[in-house]
């Protein structure tokens, strides 16, 4: 995880510090990769993981292993999504984990990422045009945050029969 596709921080600490979804005038706030905090305005917040918590899920949120050949099958139970995401002051809002293919692991509510409609356990399918569906996490996460500011994402769903 880069530090422009950060995770936010629990509600409890944005209200704490006036931030929020919808509010004006709040300043959202996220942690770094290295785990220290910044808020919108990239002003350092100190780290005190133990009085407040980080949205954090080391494990992965999907139920079970997928293929590419899987998503890729003519008539499977997937169906495909293109998201144009602009980058904010500190990111995109979500994060992507995984290896061959990568899936959304985590979003940020009040990000860029959510506004566009991208959801948790997404499978990406292109950055940019580009098929990564054979790129691991580091790859994928290397190629948003060298790129364009505005991001064209494809991913697969799963459809809800």
């Given at each position: 995880m880069?530090?422009?596709?950060?995770?936010?921080?629990s509600?409890?600490?944005?209200?704490?510090?006036?931030?929020?979804?919808?509010?004006?005038?709040?300043?959202?706030?996220?942690?770094?990769?290295?785990?220290?905090?910044?808020?919108?305005r990239?002003?350092?917040?100190?780290?005190?993981?133990?009085?407040?918590?980080?949205?954090?899920?080391?494990?992965s949120?999907?139920?079970?292993?997928?293929?590419?050949?899987?998503l890729?099958?003519?008539?499977?139970?997937?169906?495909?999504?293109?998201?144009?995401?602009?980058?904010?002051?500190?990111?995109?809002?979500?994060?992507v984990?995984?290896?061959?293919?990568?899936?959304?692991?985590?979003?940020?509510?009040?990000?860029?990422?959510?506004?566009?409609?991208?959801?948790?356990?997404?499978?990406?399918?292109?950055?940019?045009?580009?098929?990564?569906?054979?790129?691991?996490?580091?790859?994928?996460?290397?190629?948003?945050?060298t790129?364009?500011?505005?991001?064209v994402?494809?991913?697969?769903?799963?459809?809800?029969?």
């Amino acid at each position: 995880m880069g530090p422009r596709t950060a995770v936010a921080l629990s509600k409890e600490v944005k209200t704490a510090a006036g931030g929020g979804c919808g509010g004006q005038g709040g300043a959202r706030l996220r942690s770094c990769s290295d785990g220290s905090r910044y808020s919108r305005r990239g002003v350092s917040l100190p780290n005190n993981s133990s009085s407040s918590p980080v949205l954090y899920s080391p494990k992965s949120v999907l139920k079970r292993p997928v293929s590419t050949e899987e998503l890729q099958r003519p008539g499977g139970p997937y169906i495909k999504k293109t998201f144009t995401i602009v980058g904010d002051a500190v990111g995109w809002g979500f994060v992507v984990r995984g290896n061959r293919p990568c899936h959304i692991q985590a979003v940020e509510p009040c990000g860029p990422a959510a506004a566009a409609g991208m959801k948790v356990c997404q499978f990406v399918v292109s950055v940019n045009g580009l098929n990564v569906l054979n790129l691991d996490y580091r790859t994928v996460s290397h190629l948003i945050l060298t790129g364009p500011r505005t991001v064209v994402m494809e991913v697969m769903e799963e459809t809800d029969h």
